[in-house]
T-cell receptor
């Protein structure tokens, strides 16, 4: 149980284009999902919290107009990197929290490696 | 906000010996403390967690201890094996769902 998938696993795009990444909880419902980015040999940095049916909450310094998040159902959240630039190249990982107020566990997707050329 | 420090940043241990990684946190209201293992290019995997009402938790070769007074918690791996080599992250949750991660420890098990 508690499987999270992410698609695509890797993507290469040109500067100025947009890329959409999907995060799905496969065997549980997730009211809340989280989006992280991770640079090589560094920790996970939370970008935003995605809540089903409402606007995402962005961390300080993260541009909400550049990183568009949509959480339209209890099993799917999407992150769209708009007008991508080479500095956006990174490993993007989502996580999903089990919808149970007595539990805190977050389960991670396999990540998406984005390369912007 | 919450501040989490993790030490050491790298750790090399002879196979069969024990490894200990320690994290300290700043907010005494924090109530959930998971540990994640991440292999190169892969997702972080939850390996053990502890809640603030418990002082120690063990799962086979892995254990976590929590000292609420001192605001630190530690990961203990006994009888280490080569497959334990990975990066380990601690994290802290304030009850607001967000996890704040430590900076990571690269553990290398020497055969």
């Amino acid at each position: 149980g508690a499987v999270v998938s992410q698609h695509p696993s890797w993507v290469i795009c040109k500067s100025g284009t947009s890329v959409k990444i999907e995060c799905r909880s496969l065997d549980f419902q997730a009211t809340t999902m989280f989006w992280y980015r991770q640079f090589p040999k560094q920790s996970l940095m939370l970008m935003a919290t995605s809540n089903e049916g409402s606007k995402a909450t962005y961390e300080q310094g993260v541009e909400k107009d550049k990183f568009l998040i949509n959480h339209a159902s209890l099993t799917l959240s999407t992150l769209t990197v708009t007008s991508a630039h080479p500095e956006d190249s990174s490993f993007y990982i989502c996580s999903a929290r089990v919808t149970d107020t007595t539990r805190n566990e977050q389960y991670f997707g396999p990540g998406t490696r984005l390369t912007v050329t | 906000g919450e501040n989490v420090e993790q030490h050491p940043s790298t750790l090399s241990v002879q196979e069969g010996d024990s490894a200990v990684i320690k994290c300290t946190y700043s907010d005494s209201a924090s109530n959930y403390f998971p540990w994640y293992k991440q292999e190169l290019g892969k997702r972080p995997q939850l390996i053990i967690d502890i809640r603030s009402n418990v002082g120690e938790k063990k799962d086979q070769r892995i254990a976590v201890t929590l000292n609420k007074t001192a605001k630190h918690f530690s990961l203990h791996i006994t009888e280490t094996q080569p497959e334990d080599s990975a990066v380990y992250f601690c994290a802290v949750n304030l009850g607001n769902e967000k996890l704040t991660f430590g900076t990571g420890t690269r553990l290398t098990i020497i055969p």
